[in-house]
């Protein structure tokens, strides 16, 4: 296992599925609830730190229980088609007339994963906070280093819209 530099835990196993079943068991083994619900960034929120420790959302779980937690948060990003087929076509349309980059050829070696979990998310509230637990693939990982290198080619492209805003 290794891990990125957010403190993810990053698995080397090509779908988290069965990881998500164990979650899910072991939740309601706890007597707590699930809320499908995605803790965004806006929400004030403190990431879980165990990279080292394969079981860390275990010790999670447990952590929400001991502070009284009623439920938890889970939510889960599963590879569809026409997301990865959006993410080929605006890396064409970035590289153009360029057709053969890396990037393009990394996108496009992700078709192998469509249908798979490649992300679960784990969060739960104390005292104004919510404390998050995430898991990723590597593959993930480079499925959404993808994305965001064509969000900051948008953003220099044609300038962001708080550049505009700050102007007015």
Not at 31 to 45: F, I, K, N, S
Not at 68 to 76: E, Q, V
């Amino acid at each position: 296992m290794e891990s990125c530099d957010n403190k993810k835990m990053v698995m080397t196993q090509t779908s988290l599925l069965s990881l998500k079943d164990d979650m899910v068991a072991f939740i309601e083994g706890h007597g707590l609830r699930r809320v499908p619900a995605y803790v965004g960034e806006e929400v004030p929120t403190v990431l879980w730190d165990d990279e080292d420790n394969i079981d860390g959302w275990k010790d999670f779980v447990e952590t929400a229980k001991a502070a009284g937690a009623p439920f938890l948060t889970m939510s889960d990003v599963r590879l569809e088609k026409a997301d990865l087929e959006l993410l080929l076509e605006e890396l064409q349309d970035a590289n153009f007339p360029d057709g053969d980059t890396p990037e393009l050829e990394e996108a496009q070696s992700l078709t192998a994963y469509v249908g798979k979990v490649g992300y679960i998310q784990l969060g739960f509230a104390y005292q104004g906070v919510v404390f998050l637990h995430e898991s990723t693939t590597s593959w993930y990982e480079r499925y959404q280093n993808l994305v965001e290198s064509i969000d900051r080619f948008g953003e220099i492209a044609f300038g962001s819209d708080d550049a505009d805003e700050d102007a007015n």
